[in-house]
């Protein structure tokens, strides 16, 4: 299989391809009338009054990574935001960063690797997301004890469907600071944060087999003893007893400043990861055996808590991937993530091997985190202390195999639901009417206070129209 740059964006940047599409599912195909990249904030006001006087819709995207259609409309004018980049003011006393939305993840973290601060969350998996699209899907990480990014976000500028420039906090415009995080763009193009950092510190990583049976008392230990991040990475072979039921739990353990880095680390190498997708997806035994050996040998290892945030992704790696495995279809990966009552999450998981080997979906990632209540965003996820679960499943391109995916993966919502949890809404529009209704009771009233702020319906998405249809 080929070993493609890590950092390569496959996103063209001729504005004149007005066929867009997400990054990893590749299943949200759309026509655009246009794309537009403003350089600034007061170009993108101006872009937004321009094409609000022409009668047209607008969509936001960033880094085009959301899989359920919330950056794109047909026919709407696209605002690319990664012109705006820019790193516009730095506290150096209260930790606090002023940033253009339309900047990418690398390029903060490079920025204040200067200073004595570092960002405390970003999403994992990948590392060329705007933190735009981040506030916009009030996105998590791999923290231990973190809220929603909401958490982390000091105040932000917001351009409303007038071109106003409206600044957004908890003192200022608290009600739009609530429904814009988390609000997928609908509310206005979010064009500056300020950002709270933390001071940077040294981590050390501390890796061991687990079972999923009693994993979340091992969270919550790890959570007393002070350690800051961590996941635990589930097997994937459904032909196994192992599935979904054993795993690679990791944890970031705080250490000493003094503390040295570890030089050359044990790491996955690109043709290393080349080779796990591979494995992942033909012999998912053998990609266990090997990602575990892996990483436990990284055990004990120690890194600055910034960089081990960071997660390569590389653009396009399943077209390769199909030639390797001679698929006679086109094929990506689809995302979902459930979100369930810690103390119910051996009895989910039991449920979803069952769900997922009955309907022979194809496993081919997933992982647990933790995450605490956020009581801030107005359409919030995070309403409890949940479990979160990453579902990562291989998906055909043709009208079997995604009736097949949305199948499987309504009946993981249904069984998130069922223990008390529910669903991101970021990843796919397959939720049933009442699955929608039941994991965010206030959608009606999200909907009609969009339509509140935005009555000529000036923002707009995919998923908003599919919305409005469904409900």
């Known amino acids: 299989m080929p070993v493609r740059p890590v950092y390569r964006s496959l996103i063209p940047h ?66 690319d935001t990664r012109q705006m980049d820019r790193v516009l003011d730095l506290d150096e006393d209260g930790g606090l960063v002023t940033v253009e939305a339309g900047i990418q993840w690398p390029e903060l973290i490079a920025r204040l ?36 990014i909401i958490d982390q976000i000091e105040s932000f500028d917001l351009v409303d469907a007038c071109g106003n420039i409206r600044t957004c906090s908890r003192e200022a415009h608290a009600d739009l600071f609530g429904l814009a995080i988390g609000g997928y763009g609908l509310f206005g193009v979010i064009a500056r944060v300020r950002l709270r950092l933390r001071p940077r510190l040294k981590v050390r990583r501390v890796v061991v087999l687990a079972e999923t049976e009693g994993i979340i008392d091992r969270f919550e230990e790890r959570i007393r003893d002070g350690y800051l991040y961590g996941d635990y990475q589930f097997a994937t072979d459904s032909n196994r007893d192992s599935f979904l039921a054993r795993g690679i739990f990791s944890c970031y353990q705080p250490v000493d400043d003094a503390t040295p880095l ?27 055996q090997v990602y575990s050996r892996r990483y436990l040998q ?53 449920d979803a091997k069952r769900e997922l080997r009955a309907r022979k979906a194809n496993m081919i990632y997933g992982t647990v985190r933790m995450i605490e209540r956020d009581d801030e965003s107005y359409l919030a996820w995070a309403r409890k202390r949940y479990a979160c679960v990453i579902f ?3 998906v055909e391109h043709t009208p079997q195999g995604l009736s097949r995916a949305a199948d499987a993966f309504r009946s ?17 529009r ?15 009233s999200f909907l009609a206070l969009k339509r509140q702020y935005d009555p000529e ?9 599919h919305l409005c249809r469904l409900l």
């Open 14 to 79: 001729d504005t004149s391809q007005t066929l867009v599409n997400d990054v990893h599912s590749q299943l949200n195909s759309t026509r655009v009338a246009r794309i537009v990249r403003p350089s600034s904030v007061d170009e993108l006001a101006a872009t937004i009054a321009d094409v609000r006087a022409t009668g047209c819709a607008v969509a936001v995207a960033g880094g085009r990574h959301a899989m359920g259609g919330q950056q794109f409309a047909e026919g709407a004018v696209l605002v």
């Open 457 to 465: 319906g000036l923002f707009q998405s995919s998923w908003y129209r």
């Open 392 to 394: 990562n499943l291989h």
């Open 113 to 148: 690797q200067s200073t004595r601060w570092g960002i405390v969350q970003k999403q994992t998996g990948a590392d060329r997301l705007s933190l735009a699209g981040a506030l916009s899907a009030n996105a998590h990480g791999r923290g231990l004890a973190l809220k929603p």
């Open 298 to 350: 990284t055990s004990g290892q120690v890194y600055w808590s910034d960089s081990q945030l960071s997660a390569a992704y590389v653009d396009g790696y399943h077209a390769d991937l199909d030639r390797a495995l001679r698929s006679r279809v086109a094929a990506t990966e689809m995302i979902t993530e459930i979100y369930v009552e810690r103390p119910r999450l051996a009895r989910f998981m039991d």
């Open 262 to 288: 570890t030089v050359n680390p044990t790491r996955f190498n690109p043709e290393d990861w080349a080779r796990l997708t591979f494995y992942s997806h033909r012999y998912k035994r053998r990609a266990f």
């Open 430 to 444: 397959w939720a049933r009417k009442d699955q929608v209704e039941r994991g965010y009771p206030k959608m009606a």
């Open 412 to 428: 993981l919502i249904d069984l998130g639901l069922a223990y008390g949890g529910t669903y991101y809404l970021t990843y796919h």
